[in-house]
């Protein structure tokens, strides 16, 4: 399989955003998702996800708070209804208004010189934010170590600077970088853990409590991880919510693809959320025991050790 590392711009229509606005915004995300919106500053970017009372992932986010009274979370427009009617359940007698501001917001990805050619440090950390003019970037983690970043605009202002990529390009980095972006086909298929979120910097276990919290925190301190999110590559066709399945094991599925996407240079890269032990013992292939063969892949990143 031929890599492609990809140097542009690509508008990320599959996104939306919601926006939370008023004086408790920040705090009542706080209690609300799994990570700590209560001090995210201007400088900083959150991911992070929401979760069912049992601590099953419903939505993931990124997020960033360009004034106090405001924050802006990004996540996929198949899921973006959903969510803010789950989210605008709980607003109680907070003082915030949730709504569906994709209209009001042009996204786009930058990858490689795209992000110098944009006043953009290439070397900085994973979840920084910084406004560039009247737009936000947010540095995102790299892929196949080509330097990536989410671009947040007003609706009709113009493109960032760069060479023009195809969304599917973009897509497929994004599987590369091993952060899942949860989609419908895997609503509520994981907690967090279960997507590596807790090593990305997506679950903050000193914040206190929100939907879920009780089981995630139990995950970690208890020793009882026993799947986790690895990097696959097929050459066929494969889609997230399909299954997996191991060689020593045919008849029970042993995992979940949690994200896919086309390979610029033929086949597909995919991210699967499953067992550890059946990593160890390879022969893994989606859809069916005779399907489409996946091959491991090494992750971008460390996974941190339950405790």
């Known amino acids: 399989m031929t890599s492609v590392v990809p140097n542009g711009v690509t508008a990320l229509s599959h996104l939306g955003v919601i926006r939370v606005e008023g004086p408790d915004a920040a705090s009542f995300l706080h209690g609300q998702l799994t990570q700590d919106f209560a001090l995210l500053g201007a400088s900083e970017a959150r991911l992070a996800a929401l979760c069912t009372a049992k601590g099953r992932v419903i939505a993931s986010f990124i997020g960033i708070r360009p004034e106090p009274e405001r924050v802006l979370l990004v996540c996929s427009r198949d899921i973006l209804a959903a969510t803010l009617k789950r989210l605008s359940m709980y607003v109680l007698r907070a003082k915030a208004k949730l709504s569906d501001a994709s209209a009001e917001f042009a996204l786009y990805g930058l990858a490689g010189t795209a992000l110098t050619a944009n006043g953009l440090d290439a070397g900085a950390l994973p979840g920084?934010?910084?406004?560039?003019?009247?737009?936000?970037?947010?540095?995102?983690?790299?892929?196949?170590?080509?330097?990536?970043?989410?671009?947040?605009?007003?609706?009709?202002?113009?493109?960032?600077?760069?060479?023009?990529?195809?969304?599917?390009?973009?897509?497929w980095s994004e599987v590369r970088?091993?952060?899942?972006?949860?989609?419908?086909?895997?609503?509520?298929?994981?907690?967090?853990?279960?997507?590596?979120?807790?090593?990305?910097?997506?679950?903050?276990?000193?914040?206190?409590?929100?939907?879920?919290?009780?089981?995630?925190?139990?995950?970690?301190?208890?020793?009882?991880?026993?799947?986790?999110?690895?990097?696959?590559?097929?050459?066929?066709?494969?889609?997230?919510?399909?299954?997996?399945?191991?060689?020593?094991?045919?008849?029970?599925?042993?995992?979940?693809?949690?994200?896919?996407?086309?390979?610029?240079?033929?086949?597909?890269?995919?991210?699967?959320?499953?067992?550890?032990?059946?990593?160890?013992?390879?022969?893994?292939?989606?859809?069916?025991?005779?399907?489409?063969?996946?091959?491991?892949?090494?992750?971008?990143?460390p996974l941190l050790e339950d405790i």
Request: hydrophobic share 45%.
């Open 128 to 171: 920084l934010a910084r406004a560039v003019g009247e737009a936000h970037a947010v540095t995102l983690y790299p892929s196949d170590g080509v330097p990536r970043a989410l671009w947040i605009a007003a609706a009709g202002s113009p493109a960032p600077e760069g060479a023009a990529i195809d969304l599917a390009t973009w897509q």
């Open 177 to 301: 970088s091993g952060i899942v972006t949860l989609t419908t086909p895997v609503v509520e298929a994981f907690v967090p853990q279960m997507i590596n979120y807790e090593s990305v910097g997506g679950v903050n276990f000193k914040k206190g409590c929100y939907p879920g919290q009780e089981i995630v925190a139990r995950s970690q301190f208890r020793g009882t991880l026993k799947r986790r999110t690895y990097l696959v590559q097929a050459s066929d066709e494969i889609a997230a919510g399909e299954e997996v399945f191991a060689a020593n094991d045919p008849e029970q599925p042993v995992g979940t693809v949690a994200q896919a996407a086309p390979a610029p240079g033929g086949g597909w890269a995919a991210l699967i959320s499953i067992q550890i032990a059946a990593i160890d013992a390879g022969g893994l292939h989606a859809r069916a025991a005779n399907g489409p063969a996946l091959t491991v892949e090494p992750l971008p990143y």
